[in-house]
């Protein structure tokens, strides 16, 4: 989409008198360079800083999944071994037992409740009067701003099996056996948890996002809704969503990238850490392979595979951002 | 164009790194003898030394007065330290320290990269060598080569509550099987307590039992290593260990993910009966609650049917990396390793010298807290697979997840032991 609106530029200029001299035509072109450059010149600098932050590493990903790395003294050595890493990895079980549906079920389910509470929190904000709505936007704020690694402490605090406040309620109205219990160490309670510290810590985003968009409805196409006997249902699927579609589908886009590369909130949980491998994400897998077992290759593939996986989903949203942008027109 | 505009990018942050880097460190060069004008960069481990700070401004007074060079302390932590070095090494001469505590087990994977500095003729010719701890020196030595000098060392043994253990007519355990009969009258008499926490997160609480059980964690046969996990020995080690948890519950399933920190936390917190225990703990269990001044006790790990079990003997050495004033810190690492720098050191850290006058010397003192530890140091320490390998298998926590998938019955002993064992010799052949 970059490349259409940067060659929309020159073609506006493009209206050519019939001349003849050559000092014309020399000033012309001159012209017409300018025109070709200029734009190019402009986007130089971020150009230049996304290449050395974005696409430098992204071109050493991409090698260094193509090759048996040893680090040395003063410099590793690269041994090219083809695709091997990633015929290795697409071979193995623990990636598509355990990995590759821990990543994309946590995601989804993180996405989906990110946007659902997210977007309720926004409503709710936007009936409050000023105050209140200071009031909350500060508290869910608070949230947001909390460190990651902060806010899973939290949770795993809340949660710790018998000695946490969670634990102990749920052991004092007898739904566990606390001395029994460890929800660190099964997939499912493991992943709620994760799943209520990500949701938390995400929705503030959502919440403000879509607090701005409602705030741009139009008053009257609720009162015309009412006028004609809708209620407060219809008006929100009837109204609200179609109204600001483009931006559910931004929040939901950022929420999936985000949700699909949690690393620290799996990573610092007990047992996260590589000790169970039930609870392996592609995140901490790759980890694992580069930064414990010195596999640098096959941690680089499977960084360069949640890439792919990502960019996929992000073009399939993008598509459906743009096919819907086209119908509004 | 797009791409010499990237190329142009390309090489302007590279450009910016390389300068950047080289900023950090202007003060090096000069001639070898003589240390004036030079600095040299060490980097040592946060929270080994709770006083390290005053410590090192002694040392580098010393080290000044006696050669003129300066010393900067950089204090690096254990969690990430690794991974920091390994980015160093990877980095060359000008990112890395000039004298660096190094933890043994990093010392095979550090020194294949060609970083540390062989110091075996140096330490020959300073006569140092007949002196130093056997176990803590073959931790560092690989193909006869030494990778840096000893520093201190520490081993676990059990600790244990005495007044609890007086109070119900216990005594401190001496064969697998006291031990375990111990723990579970703990568990009748003291329901609040934690009798003897099986620490799913914890390879080195487990280690003992495979090893008093007269199994290995890996051998080696002609050069290649190869997993002993799941030896009919040491499957009947993990047995009882793990078993202590799932057959006898002295350990509640919140232990299942603790690693050895939890646990500390847990004995400040006076709910643990007795536990595997690093010599270095007690100490601060009685900083972290005054009320057990006086209440613990020690004993080395016992054996299946009496003498010891072995246990781990780690430590760390203090290396020097290759660079152009490794002359200078090997003077600097003699300095600390040896003498009063090396006994004021391992009194402040209630670590063990790496030196067997001064081993003896703490020996001597007969401290019920210190004497069951410096016997299991020297009688009965173990160290891990000297290969590089090992190392990673340590970081994958191989050995903490075959622990914790028996703890919570997902599998069998036998097909834990299998899996970890798979998993071993996986990486060893990685490595080859």
């Given at each position: 989409m970059k490349d259409t609106l940067v060659e929309d530029g020159p073609k506006v200029t493009e209206v050519r008198p019939p001349a003849t001299r050559p000092e014309h035509e020399a000033a012309l072109r001159k012209k017409k360079l300018v025109g070709l450059t200029r734009p190019w010149l402009l986007l130089a600098p971020s150009l230049l800083v996304l290449a050395g932050l974005l696409l430098w590493p992204l071109i050493q990903v991409g090698k260094l999944s193509l090759q048996d790395y040893a680090v040395k003294f003063g410099g590793g050595v690269g041994t090219y071994t083809g695709f091997d890493h990633?015929?290795?990895?697409?071979?193995?079980?623990?990636?598509?037992?355990?990995?590759?549906?821990?990543?994309?079920?946590?995601?989804?389910?993180?996405?989906?409740?990110?946007?659902?509470?997210?977007?309720?929190?926004?409503?709710?904000?936007?009936?409050?009067g000023p105050t209140w709505r200071l009031i909350c936007s500060i508290a869910i704020l608070a949230a947001w701003a909390m460190p990651a690694v902060t806010g899973t402490y939290v949770w795993i605090w809340l949660f710790q099996p018998q000695d946490g406040m969670v634990s102990q309620i749920a052991g004092s109205i007898g739904l566990i056996d606390p001395e029994t219990t460890n929800w660190f160490t099964e997939r499912g309670p493991f992943y709620a948890i994760a799943t209520l510290n990500v949701v938390h810590h995400g929705f503030p985003f959502v919440a403000i996002t879509v607090l701005a968009g409602l705030m741009t409805i139009p008053k009257e196409l609720y009162e015309a809704g009412e006028l004609d006997g809708a209620n407060a249902w219809q008006r929100f699927w009837k109204i609200t969503v179609p109204t600001i579609l483009p931006v559910f589908l931004v929040v939901t886009i950022l929420s999936t990238i985000w949700d699909f590369k949690v690393f620290t909130q799996i990573y610092l949980m007990p047992g996260g850490d590589g000790a169970n491998e039930e609870v392996y994400n592609l995140g901490v897998f790759s980890y694992i392979q580069a930064f414990a077992k010195n596999d640098y290759g096959t941690g680089a593939a499977a960084a360069v595979l949640l890439t792919l996986l990502l960019l996929a989903i992000t073009i399939v949203y993008i598509r459906t951002l743009f096919r819907q942008g086209e119908e509004d027109l | 164009m797009k791409r010499r505009v990237i190329a142009a990018g390309i090489a302007m942050t590279l450009g910016l790194t390389a300068t950047a880097c080289g900023g950090d460190d202007g003060s090096d060069s000069g001639d070898k003898a003589d240390g004036k004008g030079k600095t040299l960069t060490v980097w040592i481990?946060?929270?080994?030394?709770?006083?390290?700070?005053?410590?090192?401004?002694?040392?580098?007074?010393?080290?000044?007065?006696?050669?003129?060079?300066?010393?900067?302390?950089?204090?690096?932590?254990?969690?990430?330290?690794?991974?920091?070095?390994?980015?160093?090494?990877?980095?060359?001469?000008?990112?890395?320290?000039?004298?660096?505590?190094?933890?043994?087990?990093?010392?095979?994977?550090?020194?294949?990269?060609?970083?540390?500095?062989?110091?075996?003729?140096?330490?020959?010719?300073?006569?140092?060598?007949?002196?130093?701890?056997?176990?803590?020196?073959?931790?560092?030595?690989?193909?006869?080569?030494?990778?840096?000098?000893?520093?201190?060392?520490?081993?676990?043994?059990?600790?244990?509550?005495?007044?609890?253990?007086?109070?119900?007519?216990?005594?401190?355990?001496?064969?697998?099987?006291?031990?375990?009969?111990?723990?579970?009258?703990?568990?009748?008499?003291?329901?609040?307590m934690i009798p003897f926490p099986v620490a799913g997160g914890a390879e080195m609480f487990a280690a003992p039992f495979i090893w008093g059980a007269g199994g290995e964690l890996a051998t080696e046969q002609g050069g290649t290593w190869k997993s002993g996990i799941?030896?009919?020995?040491?499957?009947?080690?993990?047995?009882?260990?793990?078993?202590?948890?799932?057959?006898?519950?002295?350990s509640p399933a919140k232990v299942n993910t603790w690693t050895e920190k939890e646990v500390g936390d847990a004995w400040g917190k006076g709910e643990v009966a007795m536990s595997v225990n690093g010599n270095w703990t007690p100490k601060a269990i009685v900083e972290a609650n005054p009320d057990l001044k006086g209440k613990l006790g020690a004993v080395p790990i016992p054996g299946q049917t009496g003498g010891m079990s072995k246990s781990f003997l780690g430590g760390s050495y203090l290396s020097t990396f290759d660079t152009d004033k490794k002359d200078l810190a090997w003077e600097f690492v003699k300095m600390l390793t040896t003498g009063d720098f090396a006994a004021k050191w391992a009194t402040e850290t209630n670590y063990f010298p790496g030196q067997n006058s001064e081993l003896k010397k703490i020996e001597a003192k007969k401290d019920p807290l210190v004497e069951p530890f410096a016997k299991q140091m020297l009688e009965a320490g173990a160290t891990v697979p000297k290969t590089k390998a090992y190392g990673e298998i340590q970081a994958s926590k191989v050995i903490p997840g075959m622990v914790q998938s028996i703890l919570t019955g997902k599998s069998s002993v036998q097909e834990a032991a299998d899996k970890a064992a798979e998993d071993m010799d996986a990486i060893f052949a990685k490595d080859k």
């Open positions: 990633y015929t290795d990895l697409l071979g193995s079980e623990l990636l598509w037992k355990t990995v590759l549906p821990n990543t994309a079920f946590f995601a989804i389910a993180c996405v989906g409740l990110t946007v659902a509470l997210g977007t309720l929190v926004a409503l709710l904000l936007n009936r409050l | 481990m946060e929270g080994t030394n709770p006083d390290a700070r005053p410590f090192f401004k002694e040392a580098g007074k010393a080290f000044e007065k006696k050669t003129g060079a300066k010393i900067h302390v950089e204090y690096q932590q254990w969690a990430t330290a690794q991974k920091k070095f390994t980015t160093a090494i990877e980095g060359g001469a000008d990112q890395v320290p000039d004298v660096a505590e190094v933890g043994t087990t990093w010392v095979p994977q550090f020194a294949e990269t060609g970083a540390l500095v062989d110091v075996t003729d140096d330490v020959k010719k300073s006569g140092l060598g007949n002196d130093l701890v056997e176990g803590l020196k073959d931790a560092g030595t690989l193909d006869g080569k030494q990778y840096g000098m000893p520093w201190y060392a520490g081993v676990r043994s059990i600790v244990y509550r005495k007044d609890v253990f007086e109070k119900h007519k216990l005594k401190a355990p001496t064969t697998w099987k006291e031990l375990q009969s111990a723990a579970k009258t703990l568990k009748d008499k003291e329901p609040g799941n030896s009919p020995e040491a499957v009947k080690g993990i047995e009882f260990y793990t078993g202590l948890a799932t057959k006898d519950k002295v």
